[in-house]
């Protein structure tokens, strides 16, 4: 058995058997399991990144398995899209469980958490790493499940109605996408991903399908109106595990999507069955009314997570303008957002942790004592309105563009819109904390101090790259974003 | 000497023998149990073989002391037998280990294992039988036993409810019995083979009969099978019952009798008549309301046991929709459940009833942080729920697969929406069990795991769910054998 040609099935079974060892080590040692946890993410990064030179070739890399669950089949298959995100994925997830040994040292029930992190890897790299619908949902729904215990972590009243409006929307989104998968199924007698769709016609089973897909993959986005358990499980949760679930786990969703309108309809039959229009205005909704209840929220890690919404919306809208340069944005998007939301989830995580103060309004003066983390936490703001060269420009920038290609002036004013209102909820966060002195308050004694060194690292390791991915083409990210838009749009019929 | 062929009446008429002998060890228990124990085994074993041989060769037909057909008995073991045969003894033996090595809720024990054991014998003979009137014996005898392994608890609530089920199960019979007669005036033949050929030639000239007929099957096994809404007697049965009774009945009962009409249907009628007469019309609404009525019941319930009772209702309705589709995926699905129900549902009464004896709650309410006591039976109930959900990975999500895609083959969309809102509802009931189990505060200190010989039985189901959910590819050949038995 060549070992470079399983990599992308290891990448997502250690996870999952590391998802048993660390429950089976964890009683005896909480080194060995804190190590383990950080391992998973770390090896299944470097089985990812062994691929990369092969793709870059124009390799298209597949590992069937006819005979897991007939007649469907299992499949993995590694292409540009699918190594940029899962590297993402595996990326941040590294630097999330980093940080997390040292924030959750001081929870309840880590023997839980730290499994469960792992189960949630191993099904969100299987999404990420499937080669059909089938498998992709088998994934899916392993990790939407196990993420749950995430939400639910504190055990608060509050986390467990949250939960339980996440787990029942889950099911409902699973049910849908089940739907969706066997319809499909039933109309091409395949479920396997084929550039240019495999869906021939929209037939009326092929349209019903497509809102399946849209209702499952749009739960798990949180796409405006199906958003509404977003903004109650992503706050209740630790603040490693919000960085999750905002910054990688939305993601599943719209690389569904992509998957959905690009590789198994094809962007032809969405076209001509008038599929984008519903995608173009579920996109606007989304990018409008996110950042707008974003601004009215004053709790940091609520206000964070309606603005995941709104920059799902973003996403969506470079998926639904059928557009090359608008999927580049899409796609760059999907790596700029999880690593600008993973940041500033992990630098609020940080001064709730420091302070305990979750309220924004509270927040005056943090910067001097936690300078490095305010700035981080800057970096990543400024990034998010959209500031050059940030990452946050770079793909608003290309959305702009492809949105001026297919001749929508209106998405480009939102885009301002919506930057505008980034600006509005960012900047007084900004302002306050590292320019609040004149406030008054500043000569109360603050026992907040700088971070340790786990925490502190992986927040300054991503603020790097917001700051520097695109001074450095060379890091290859934006091409391979071309690439796998490039791909999306070849048709092989 | 021994011959494969012998293997089917073999299995009927050691189990019916072990019922007699096993209550004259009374006194010597041990033996008892081990006669209990190994007749289990040695009926896997012949069902195994006999399923091999049938794969093998094609249908058996055994003459019971040498006589022929139409006057003397017969086993006809087709695939479909052959299959009921392995998933009634596999799961049996499963539950015959847990009745032994639980702790004991019977007093009598010999008597509750010879019940059992007839149970088991009627259950094997009516999936076996070649000719309709034998077919109703074993009924009779199943029926008879099923409402006894309730009985045995001796509480009050537990006579009063199988009592019910006898009245009920009775009046089943009747209908029953008064359709075998219809069926018997109009062809004068006995054996399910001599009354196809017979109805070929006479079924156009007495329409009237063979609906009335088919009317009264109808009612006899869907009271016996609780097909909506004639199911009223199943949740205070299965709810009272002992764990091993409820899982016996929960598991395999309701569904032997759901084998016996399709058995009757298609060797007998033909499934044309389906067609012919609104009975698939009439079946799939039937089984609609089964499932949707059994879900929302069970959503209400706050007794553990009564929630798992009235889900049966549910799946006992998800079997009858795969049947009356009757393309060959949903007919797949059906037969699939048929296995699968049974490792999960057994699976869940039999943890279930573990919990409830170690910590003597009933109730949903009661259980807040018990899993971390319990942690290997809420881990096998949990893997039971969500295989009941149909989470993919699981056995549960098979048969869901295969009924929706039967759907959509049907062209009627409509039903694999029934089965995702289904899976939803049942979401929605097992979770809040799930979930209080594992969170919420620890009321309960001194709760302890049961030994391990208890547990055994547990992690063989849950393995096994785990198993068919990602490997189900070993028994495909039988089951689609015996769809086409069914769509042909």
């Given at each position: 058995m060549n070992l470079l040609l399983q990599s992308p099935v290891l990448a997502v079974v250690i996870p999952l058997l590391l998802f048993v060892v660390i429950y089976m080590v964890e009683r005896r040692s909480w080194r060995?399991?804190?190590?383990?946890?950080?391992?998973?993410?770390?090896?299944?990064?470097?089985?990812?990144?062994?691929?990369?030179?092969?793709?870059?070739?124009?390799?298209?890399?597949?590992?069937?398995?006819?005979?897991?669950?007939?007649?469907?089949?299992?499949?993995?298959?590694?292409?540009?899209?699918?190594?940029?995100?899962?590297?993402?994925?595996?990326?941040?997830?590294?630097?999330?469980?980093?940080?997390?040994?040292?924030?959750?040292?001081?929870?309840?029930?880590?023997?839980?958490?730290?499994?469960?992190?792992?189960?949630?890897?191993?099904?969100?790299?299987?999404?990420?790493?499937?080669?059909?619908?089938?498998?992709?949902?088998?994934?899916?729904?392993?990790?939407?499940?196990?993420?749950?215990?995430?939400?639910?972590?504190?055990?608060?009243?509050?986390?467990?109605?949250?939960?339980?409006?996440?787990?029942?929307?889950?099911?409902?989104?699973?049910?849908?996408?089940?739907?969706?998968?066997?319809?499909?199924?039933?109309?091409?007698?395949?479920?396997?991903?084929?550039?240019?769709?495999?869906?021939?016609?929209?037939?009326?089973?092929?349209?019903?399908?497509?809102?399946?897909?849209?209702?499952?993959?749009?739960?798990?986005?949180?796409?405006?109106?199906?958003?509404?358990?977003?903004?109650?499980?992503?706050p209740v949760a630790p603040s490693p595990a919000s960085a999750l679930l905002s910054g990688i786990m939305l993601k599943t969703g719209v690389y569904g999507l992509i998957r959905v309108v690009f590789n198994v309809f094809g962007s032809e039959v969405i076209r001509d069955a008038g599929l984008d229009t519903i995608l173009l205005i579920l996109a606007a909704v989304t990018i409008f009314l996110g950042s707008a209840v974003a601004i009215a929220q004053d709790d940091i890690k609520r206000r964070l997570a309606y603005s995941s919404v709104g920059q799902m919306g973003y996403i969506l809208l470079g998926i639904g303008l059928l557009q090359e340069r608008a999927l580049i944005g899409a796609?760059?998007?999907?790596?700029?957002?999880?690593?600008?939301?993973?940041?500033?989830?992990?630098?609020?995580?940080?001064?709730?942790?420091?302070?305990?103060?979750?309220?924004?309004?509270?927040?005056?003066?943090?910067?001097?004592?936690?300078?490095?983390?305010?700035?981080?936490f800057t970096v990543a703001a400024l990034s998010m309105i959209g500031i050059p060269p940030m990452v946050g420009f770079v793909s608003k920038w290309e959305l702009a563009l492809g949105s001026l290609d297919a001749g929508s002036w209106g998405f480009v004013l939102l885009l301002l819109l919506s930057s505008l209102m980034n600006f509005i909820y960012y900047f007084p966060v900004i302002q306050s904390t590292l320019f609040g002195a004149q406030h008054g308050t500043s000569d109360s004694p603050s026992k907040a101090r700088e971070l340790p060194l786990a925490m502190l690292a992986p927040i300054i390791v991503m603020a790097l790259v917001i700051v520097?991915?695109?001074?450095?083409?060379?890091?290859?990210?934006?091409?391979?974003?071309?690439?796998?838009?490039?791909?999306?749009?070849?048709v092989v019929k | 000497m021994f011959s494969v062929n012998h293997a089917p009446v073999l299995i009927v008429v050691m189990l019916l023998a072990a019922g007699f002998i096993v209550p004259l060890l009374r006194k010597k228990m041990a033996l008892g149990r081990i006669l209990f124990l190994s007749v289990g085994l040695v009926v896997v074993i012949l069902s195994l073989l006999t399923t091999f041989a049938v794969l093998e060769s094609g249908t058996m037909v055994y003459a019971v002391g040498g006589w022929p057909a139409p006057h003397g008995i017969e086993l006809v073991v087709d695939a479909f037998a052959a299959y009921s045969s392995l998933v009634i003894s596999v799961i049996s033996l499963i539950i015959y280990w847990f009745v032994v090595f639980a702790p004991r809720e019977v007093k009598h024990e010999a008597g509750y294992y010879a019940l059992i054991l007839l149970l088991s014998a009627a259950m094997h003979g009516i999936v076996m039988a070649g000719d309709?009137?034998?077919?109703?014996?074993?009924?009779?005898?199943?029926?008879?036993?099923?409402?006894?392994?309730?009985?045995?608890?001796?509480?009050?609530?537990?006579?009063?409810?199988?009592?019910?089920?006898?009245?009920?199960?009775?009046?089943?019979?009747?209908?029953?019995?008064?359709?075998?007669?219809?069926?018997?005036?109009?062809?004068?033949?006995?054996?399910?083979?001599?009354?196809?050929?017979?109805?070929?030639?006479?079924?156009?000239?007495?329409?009237?009969?063979?609906?009335?007929?088919?009317?009264?099957?109808?009612?006899?096994?869907g009271v016996k099978s609780a097909l909506f809404p004639l199911h009223i007697w199943l949740p205070d049965a299965h709810a009272n019952a002992p764990t091993g009774s409820s899982a016996l009945l929960s598991g395999l009962v309701v569904k032997v009798y759901i084998i016996a009409f399709m058995r009757i249907a298609y060797m007998t009628l033909g499934m044309d008549l389906f067609y012919i007469l609104p009975l698939r019309q009439i079946l799939l609404v039937l089984a609609s309301l089964s499932i949707l009525a059994g879900s929302v019941f069970a959503i209400v319930q706050d007794n553990i046991k009564r929630l798992l009772a009235f889900s049966t209702v549910a799946q006992v309705g998800y079997i009858f929709l795969g049947f009356s589709l009757l393309t060959e995926r949903a007919v797949e699905g059906a037969i699939w459940h048929i296995l699968i129900h049974a490792i999960m549902k057994t699976l869940l009464f039999l943890a279930v009833g573990v919990v409830i004896h170690q910590s003597g709650y009933k109730k949903i309410s009661q259980i807040h942080g018990l899993a971390r006591r319990m942690p290997w039976t809420f881990a096998a109930i949990t893997l039971g729920a969500l295989s009941m959900v149909g989470i993919p990975g699981t056995a549960g999500f098979i048969s869901k697969l295969y009924l929706a895609l039967g759907a959509l083959d049907a062209g009627?969309?409509?039903?694999?929406?029934?089965?995702?809102?289904?899976?939803?509802?049942?979401?929605?009931?097992?979770?809040?069990?799930?979930?209080?189990?594992?969170?919420?505060?620890?009321?309960?200190?001194?709760?302890?795991?049961?030994?391990?010989?208890?547990?055994?039985?547990?992690?063989?189901?849950?393995?096994?769910?785990?198993?068919?959910?990602?490997?189900?590819?070993?028994?495909l050949p039988l089951v689609r054998q015996t769809a086409l038995l069914i769509t042909r």
């Open positions: 060995l399991r804190n190590a383990l946890a950080v391992l998973a993410p770390l090896a299944s990064f470097v089985l990812l990144a062994v691929n990369y030179p092969r793709v870059l070739a124009g390799e298209s890399i597949l590992v069937e398995f006819p005979a897991i669950l007939p007649p469907l089949g299992m499949s993995f298959s590694v292409d540009y899209l699918s190594l940029l995100v899962g590297l993402v994925v595996a990326g941040v997830w590294f630097l999330v469980t980093v940080y997390s040994t040292e924030y959750m040292a001081k929870e309840h029930a880590k023997n839980r958490y730290y499994p469960f992190a792992t189960l949630t890897l191993a099904g969100t790299l299987g999404v990420v790493l499937s080669g059909d619908l089938f498998t992709l949902f088998l994934f899916f729904e392993l990790m939407s499940l196990s993420a749950y215990v995430l939400v639910v972590h504190e055990e608060t009243p509050e986390a467990m109605r949250a939960g339980y409006k996440y787990l029942v929307l889950t099911i409902i989104g699973g049910l849908a996408l089940f739907f969706a998968i066997i319809a499909v199924f039933e109309i091409a007698g395949t479920v396997s991903f084929t550039a240019g769709g495999f869906v021939a016609e929209a037939s009326g089973l092929a349209v019903l399908a497509f809102y399946g897909f849209l209702l499952g993959f749009g739960i798990k986005a949180g796409i405006v109106p199906l958003h509404v358990w977003l903004p109650e499980a992503h796609i760059f998007h999907i790596f700029a957002h999880a690593i600008m939301k993973s940041t500033l989830f992990l630098s609020a995580g940080a001064i709730i942790y420091k302070t305990g103060k979750r309220r924004v309004s509270e927040w005056r003066n943090l910067g001097r004592e936690m300078p490095l983390t305010m700035v981080s520097f991915v695109d001074l450095f083409p060379q890091s290859g990210v934006l091409d391979l974003a071309k690439r796998a838009a490039q791909a999306l749009f070849l | 309709i009137f034998n077919l109703f014996v074993f009924v009779e005898i199943s029926s008879l036993a099923a409402v006894a392994i309730i009985a045995v608890k001796g509480t009050k609530e537990s006579i009063e409810a199988s009592f019910r089920y006898l009245m009920l199960s009775a009046l089943g019979s009747g209908g029953l019995l008064f359709g075998i007669a219809l069926l018997f005036m109009i062809t004068g033949q006995l054996s399910m083979e001599y009354m196809r050929v017979a109805l070929s030639t006479t079924a156009g000239q007495y329409p009237l009969n063979l609906l009335t007929a088919l009317g009264f099957m109808v009612i006899g096994f009627q969309a409509i039903f694999a929406v029934l089965i995702l809102v289904s899976s939803l509802l049942s979401a929605i009931y097992y979770f809040p069990l799930i979930i209080t189990a594992y969170f919420g505060h620890d009321a309960s200190p001194d709760v302890k795991e049961p030994s391990l010989v208890v547990r055994l039985p547990l992690a063989v189901l849950s393995l096994a769910i785990l198993f068919y959910g990602l490997m189900p590819s070993m028994l």
